[in-house]
């Protein structure tokens, strides 16, 4: 069965750097895209960026552009969600999901990774 | 602000029906497919509806998705107290070249 496992919570200082995993099994990783989804608490979803794991190839939110850095190693099938320069509202859980193309909407997504950012 | 618009919350009595809407523009909801996700509290979403109003394996035929112009709509029938959760929609804008969702609608089951 396809699943997404993400790494565990994370607390980061102002300023600071975060790097979440996401671990695909269950189907053929290079075969869809990884996107990166967060949710600040009590808020909405947020799209951040998608990464194709076949070429290495990114797409990100204009908002996030110059601070977030997405990633993957494909002999371990992870996909990574690399944020930097954090501040305080950058406190969310972060979701990595799958998606069979670049457009399309996710299908299956990773149980999430909270981040608080906190001096 | 949500680049797509839904109301905040939505009520209905167990076995009732309700709708959530979901309204956007020609970028993204009238030029691209809509998805429906349920979130229940501290969990991911989960897809409930892709392209516009295909269920994925596992889905009951109590939720559906339609489409018009650039509105969408998810239907649920014979609501039961499991469905209290909060519904996202979800789409491709092309003029933005990203992902963009909905705020959310709290369903309640009174």
């Known amino acids: 069965q396809v699943q997404l496992v993400q790494s565990g919570a994370e607390v980061k200082k102002p300023g600071a750097s975060v790097k979440v995993s996401c671990k695909a099994s269950?189907?053929?990783?290079?075969?869809?895209?990884i996107h990166w989804v967060r949710q600040a608490p009590g808020q909405g979803l947020e799209w951040m960026g998608w990464i194709n794991p076949h070429s290495g190839g990114t797409n990100y939110a204009q908002k996030f552009q110059g601070r977030v850095t997405l990633t993957r190693d494909t002999s371990i099938s992870t996909a990574y969600m690399d944020l930097s320069r954090l501040r305080s509202d950058d406190t969310a859980v972060y979701y990595c999901?799958?998606?069979?193309?670049?457009?399309?909407?996710?299908?299956?997504w990773g149980q999430g990774t909270l981040v608080t950012v906190s001096s | 602000q949500s680049v797509l618009t839904q109301p905040p919350s939505v009520s209905a009595a167990p076995g009732q029906k309700v709708t959530i809407s979901c309204s956007g523009s020609?970028?993204?909801?009238?030029?691209?497919?809509v998805s429906w996700y349920q979130q229940l509290p501290g969990t991911a979403p989960k897809l409930l509806i892709y392209?516009?109003?295909k269920r994925p394996s596992g889905i009951p035929d109590r939720f559906s998705g339609s489409k018009s112009g650039t509105s969408a709509t998810l239907g649920i029938t014979g609501l039961q107290t499991g469905d209290e959760a909060d519904y996202y929609c979800?789409?491709?804008?092309?003029?933005?070249?990203?992902?963009?969702f909905g705020g959310g609608t709290k369903l309640t089951v009174l």
């Open positions: 999901a799958r998606a069979e193309y670049s457009t399309s909407s996710p299908d299956y």
């Open positions: 979800g789409t491709w804008d092309s003029s933005l070249s990203a992902g963009v």
């Open positions: 392209d516009d109003n």
């Open positions: 020609s970028s993204n909801i009238g030029n691209n497919y």
């Open positions: 269950g189907y053929t990783f290079t075969g869809y895209y």
